[in-house]
């Protein structure tokens, strides 16, 4: 979707051949008109899925997640790092490894808000090793509910979650896919058809 690479392009730092700094539009400030065409993007890509759920993971998945869950009309459920005050029985975990920050975070969600009969679409803002995204499968799994697809805003192809979660069958749509990074310079996979 030319639409994200324009944005990575216009306003995207690469670090180094690892991270590429999005904090304009999406990791620290949102840029709203922007993320409504994201869930404008994903509604298309999972159209027909029968999607009952939106699940995210805490911060950064939130603005694409409901913004998708806005165009779609479905609620929008975020796993949370840290259990609140609120968040204490029933809940759903999974532990999540990070190896960009090298610390391993237990995520949960309530079953109160995921249940059986859902249909769950999981959002997130990057793809990376597929960690965040194999902890939120897990908790579907415990739940009992149906996963149509992983939809993330943008993929490190050079990062191995992406094949992961499809050699799983699971249905992944990445709205662009970056083929590597270099101090200064973003390459991107030939475009996506959403
Ligand atoms: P994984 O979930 O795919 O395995 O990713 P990984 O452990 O490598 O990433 C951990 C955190 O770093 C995640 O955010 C992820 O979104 C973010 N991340 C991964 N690659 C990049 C990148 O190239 N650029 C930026 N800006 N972020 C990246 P998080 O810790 O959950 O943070 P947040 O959601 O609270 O912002």
């Given at each position: 979707?030319?639409?994200?690479?324009?944005?990575?392009?216009?306003?995207?730092?690469?670090?180094?051949?690892?991270?590429?700094?999005?904090?304009?539009f999406m990791n620290h400030q949102v840029d709203p008109k922007f993320m409504k065409q994201i869930g404008d993007a994903f509604a298309k890509a999972f159209h027909g899925k029968r999607i009952t759920k939106i699940l995210t993971l805490e911060s950064?998945?939130?603005?694409?997640a409901?913004?998708?869950?806005l165009v779609l009309g479905v609620p929008v459920l975020f796993g949370r790092k840290k259990?609140?005050?609120t968040l204490q029985n029933g809940l759903l975990s999974a532990e999540v490894y990070s190896f960009t920050k090298q610390e391993s975070s237990t995520i949960s969600v309530s079953a109160e808000y995921l249940q059986q009969t859902d249909v769950v679409l999981i959002i997130d803002d990057f793809l990376a090793n597929g960690q965040a995204a194999l902890g939120l499968l897990d908790?579907?799994?415990?739940?009992?509910?149906?996963?149509?697809?992983?939809g993330a805003v943008i993929e490190k192809?050079?990062?191995?979650?992406?094949?992961?979660?499809?050699?799983?069958?699971?249905?992944?749509?990445?709205?662009?896919?970056?083929?590597?990074?270099?101090?200064?310079?973003?390459?991107?996979?030939?475009e996506v058809k959403a």
């Open positions: 979707m030319k639409l994200v690479e324009e944005k990575i392009k216009a306003e995207g730092k690469a670090l180094d051949s690892q991270v590429l700094k999005v904090d304009s950064s998945g939130i603005a694409p409901v913004m998708t869950g259990t609140s005050l908790i579907c799994r415990q739940a009992g509910a149906e996963v149509a697809g992983i192809v050079f990062q191995d979650g992406g094949r992961k979660l499809r050699e799983q069958g699971v249905m992944v749509e990445s709205l662009a896919k970056i083929t590597a990074l270099e101090e200064g310079e973003v390459f991107f996979e030939e």
